[in-house]
């Protein structure tokens, strides 16, 4: 017997500064606001959201995506532009660009050092290939 799971439906961080995280996936990563409350952030427009939380004010927040395991994936629909937009922004790189036969990666910080990983597809079959985007944003 399964749980009966339709989708998934947020992914939640929790963050040591709500703010410097809604800056970051909102005005950086370009992610709309779709849902915000004191303690609370939703962002997205289709499938799963993500979700920003405060870190309990109990309890440190410790941890970096290396050691608790915790990475975002993005796709992108240009991968250059992407990292461009993010270095003018102050963001961090932590690994460049890497090409393999599925696509172009590289791999940015958020301000809690999570992971973020953009990735450009190489679409073997171009009627697939989404268009009409430059960097995080359509254009």
Known sequence: MYVNIKKVGNVILAVKDLDKSIKFYHEIIGLPIKDQRETWV????????LSLHPASLTAQHVGSSIENGISLGFIVGDLKSALEEVKTKGVKVYRDTIEKDAGKNAVILDPDEYLISLFEPT?????????????????
């Open 42 to 49: 939703d962002l997205g427009t289709s499938g799963a959201l």
């Open 123 to 139: 679409y073997k079959d171009q009627d697939q290939q989404t268009s009409g985007y430059h960097g995080f944003t359509p254009t």
